[in-house]
Structure formats: C-alpha cells, structure tokens
C-alpha cells in the first residue's frame, strides 16, 4: 500500500480508502447500491485493513445511517484500534423528513455530528465533509460551526464534497479572515471517462495543497468491464438499474476501446487499468472503492500495486483528453508571446 498526506496536513492516508455505501441490508433505493450485511462488512474492512488500507469513508445518509452503524460495528467484531484508522463521514444530505433534517446549517451540523458518533461508536470523527452544497446556509454559519467541533475535538479535519472551485475558494477565504478552520479535502467524482474536474477544480486543489478523494472511479462501474457497445445493460450492475454518474456514453465507448487494449495486452480486467490510471494522477490523494463482493474488492485493492507504462498513460491521457473551454484557451492564446517567446500574431 501507498500513502499521501491528507492535504496540507500532516495525517498519512492510504491511497485506497474503503468505501461503506454498500453495506445496507435496505429494501429501497439502497438495494441498487449495495446488500453488504454485517458480516460481509467485518469481512470486507478486515482484507481492506490486512492489505494496508487505514482510510474509510462513509455518510450519514448512506443507506439512513445503517453503514456508519454496520461500520462502527465491525470495528469492534474485529477489534481494530481506533487510533489505527482514519474515519471519514459526511453531512448535510436529507435524513428525515423535518424541514431541517438536511443542509448545513448550524443546528442541522451539531445534532448530525452527534448522531454519527453514535452510530460509529465512537469518539471523533477525523474528517468530516460537508456532503454537498447548501444553497441556503450563510458559508460562515457552516464554518463556526464547524469550527466549534474541531475545538471541542470531535472532529479533527474537515472537508467539502460536491462543490464549485469559486465557492472552495471562498469558503477557505472565510476561513483565513475570521481564523476558523478550513477545508483541506475535496470529494469529488473523476474518472478517465470524466475528466472536468481538470478545467477548474484540480488546479485550484493544487494551488491550495488540497486533497483530492475521488468517488466512483469506475463511473458507476461502467467502467468495470461490464459493459460495452453491445451490452448496455448487463445484469448485476448497479448502473443498469441506476445510470448514474452522468457520463458521454458515446465518448466513454472510444476511451473504453483503449483501456481494454490495454487491459488486455497485460492479463488485467479495464477496472484495474482505469484505476491506475487514476492513482497515477498528481492531484489525487486517495481514491475511494466501494464492492458488493469480496472478488470486486481484491481486484480492486491490486490495482495500487499495478503501474501503468509511460506510453500507456500518454495513449489513455490522449483518447480521454478533454475540450479547452473560455477562459482556458484564451489565457493559453494570451501567454504565448509571454512564456514561449513568440510574437503573439
């Protein structure tokens, strides 16, 4: 296992980290993502653990608070330190049907917080992420409040998911004029067939030594090997009954033909290949990996360990590459003269 700092922090994080949306036993919406029970769970965190992994992500809302409860439950069936793992959760996502049961605001953070607690069996919480953005909460009530439990030491960092460069950047701004604490991670979706987060996110992450944690590396598993031109809708794949994260399926067809050449050519299925083309990326800290079964798990666990060629990186960065939008093509036209010493016209 590889690590990286959690930011500009100083937490070491495992380059793989857990993901716990499937273990549900759910009768609902949540069947589609996962039916990990118990002691699937106990089984999945124990290979995870045993391969090196320390980081585990979760939310409140996943599957209504069952998978931080079946998480904090099998830290116990397994007996592993506290201290040994790095726990992730997130807030702000609907959990009942009060009209502030969900968002951002004060009130909502410090009961959620509580409730997870709770739930995890345990004492803090190392990072805790806004799970998306509140259009309705003042960013500083966030803040303070969020600040108030760094301080009490429930939570030891925080984080944001789901949210606008311009709107980090104002948040971590706040954060510096009235010295509250700050975000340090960003969870956001990226993937080889979802490269937008380059235009704007990930250099504004670099510029501000953010970290990264990527969610659905694999598109949904649409980029599992599952499927193809010719079979859209394989049975036993979330994406066939939920087609979701929003993808180019025309473009990820063409992009998929590579990774599959690839995959090929050195005995390894396009999941691996696709997140090792993710591990490979500067800007990425962690990559999280969510399995309904133990076989997805291993296979996706082997990928760290799986190096990609120069030339095969460069073939998968050119079929996936993404369009220059404004301001960026103009900013790169504008420079020219400037950074290659070449009149302008």
């Known amino acids: 296992m590889q690590y990286k700092t959690l930011g500009n922090t100083g937490l070491l994080v495992s380059k793989i980290c857990l993901g716990t949306m499937t273990f549900s036993d759910c009768a609902d919406f949540w069947k589609y993502v996962g039916t990990v029970d118990q002691t699937g769970a106990d089984a999945m965190i124990k290979a995870s653990v045993e391969a090196g992994v320390n980081f585990i ?11 931080e409860t079946t998480l904090g439950q099998s830290l116990k069936n397994l007996s592993i330190a506290r201290k040994d793992l790095v726990i992730a959760t997130k807030f ?37 992420q806004l799970h998306g953005t509140d259009l309705v909460t003042p960013i500083e009530e966030t803040l303070r409040a969020l600040d108030t439990l760094v301080n009490q030491g429930k939570v030891r960092y925080i984080g944001v998911s789901n ?45 501000q030594k953010m970290g990264l944690l990527v969610f659905s590396p694999l598109a949904g598993g649409l980029l599992s090997g599952k499927f193809t031109r010719e079979s859209q809708k394989p049975e036993d794949s979330r994406r066939s009954l939920f087609d979701f994260p929003l993808v180019d399926k025309e473009r990820t067809w063409k992009i998929l033909d590579v990774v599959n050449l690839i995959a090929k050519s050195r005995g390894v299925s396009a999941a691996t290949i696709s997140l090792a083309w993710l591990l490979a990326r500067p800007a990425v800290t962690s990559v999280i990996i969510g399995a309904k079964r133990m076989e997805q798990l291993d296979e996706n666990l082997a990928a760290v360990e799986f190096l990609l060629t120069v030339d095969e990186i460069k073939q998968l960065d050119e079929v996936s ?3 220059s939008e404004y301001p960026e093509w103009m900013v790169s036209f504008g420079n020219r003269s400037r950074l290659e010493d070449v009149p302008l016209f």
């Open 163 to 207: 949210m606008h460069a311009w709107r980090i950047m104002q948040a971590r701004g706040t954060s510096e004029l009235k010295n509250l604490a700050t975000f340090d991670t960003l969870q956001a979706y990226y993937s080889i067939v979802s490269r937008e987060l380059e235009r704007e996110i990930v250099p504004m992450l670099e510029n």
């Open 92 to 128: 702000s996502s609907r959990i009942g049907r009060g009209r502030n049961d969900v968002g951002a605001s004060r009130g909502h953070i410090l009961d959620a917080v509580d409730a997870s607690l709770r739930r995890l069996q345990t004492d803090y919480i190392d990072l805790y």
């Open 321 to 323: 590459t993404i369009s």
């Open 57 to 67: 992500d979760t939310a409140n809302a996943y599957a209504f608070g069952q998978s």
